[in-house]
């Protein structure tokens, strides 16, 4: 197969830090995997990061640099996937503009998606209009790479069903594909975008290392929440973040009886742990009352250890070639910017809109 003829991929990432054993499960280690089959697109969504931190560019700009790096030492080839920003990419804003008059303005505010994000980040009714903009930003991140395969965590799945439901307008409205025309079909009867097909990860989302929300729910990994474990931590960072993990807050000592339901020391070890038959034993000793959380957090230790250390060596040596990093960048959105062109015309044409 040659590069031009694999199915292409199209996903991305806000900066928000850098990034978390989350990230991995829910998307990287897939997309890691991915590149020898796809053509990759992986966007750093710098734009989408102003709809909530407008007054923090340098900040911004150390998490674009960061997740570039993270994507990196993830083991995201250069030589073969194309790594780019999304704020270099003029389609996307165009697209964005046309593509938010597709779109019913009550349908945004039922975006779930939305509506949870309003309330995790505190927004209350202080969200800027630029952040409701954000999913058909999204929309336009997508279509404009007219992609095979979106991998995504499950958290984006209504951002990709608006990315449909804009698709099947847009083909209805400027191509004149018939409003009953199946999804599969819509390419061949005419239509200029693809209904793309989001792809999850094996976990869909990994809670954190700290204790449940008062309402008793496991809280997923993240940053804000200070329960992560970076991709870029140290062992020593590992090991402590594991040695202060919630497990089951009933077990005093290792002669307990403990539960294995829902406690994150044994959901980690069944996310990452390969050796599935030590898990399986453990966690029957662990009911039991006949092995400690101490070691069976030190086996989390080194199997985290083992994950992470290769990905934080590599990071350490891209650190020292900040060049070669921006370069990656530069080339990266040089040739995501001719795909994106190239549909941008082939719209605009479709909307009647080239005169010249
Ligand atoms: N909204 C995504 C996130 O916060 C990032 C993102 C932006 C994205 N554009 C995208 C993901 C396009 C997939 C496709 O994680």
Known sequence: MTETHKPRLLTGDTPTGRLHLGHWVGSLENRVQMQKDYDCYFLIANVHAFTTRAEKPAEIHQSVIDIAIDYLAAGIDPARSTIFLQSDIPAIAEMTFFFSMLIPFPR??????IKDEIRDKGLGDNYSFGFLLYPVGQVADILVFRPDVVPVGEDQIPHIEMTREVARRFNQVYCHVDSHAEDKDQ???????????????????LIGTGGPSPDGSLLKMSKSLNNAILLSDDPDTIKKKVMAMYTDPNRLKATDKGTVENN????????????KTWVEEAKARYREGTIGDVECKKRLVDVLVELIEPMRQRRLKYEQDLHYVKKVLQEGTAKANQVAQETLLLAKEAMRQRYY
């Open 108 to 113: 945004l505010m039922r975006n779930p998606t």
């Open 187 to 205: 390419i061949k009867l005419g239509g200029l975008f693809p209904i793309v097909e989001a792809k999850l990860g094996r976990s869909r989302r």
């Open 264 to 275: 994150p020391l044994w959901i980690f070890h069944e996310t990452f742990n390969p050796d």
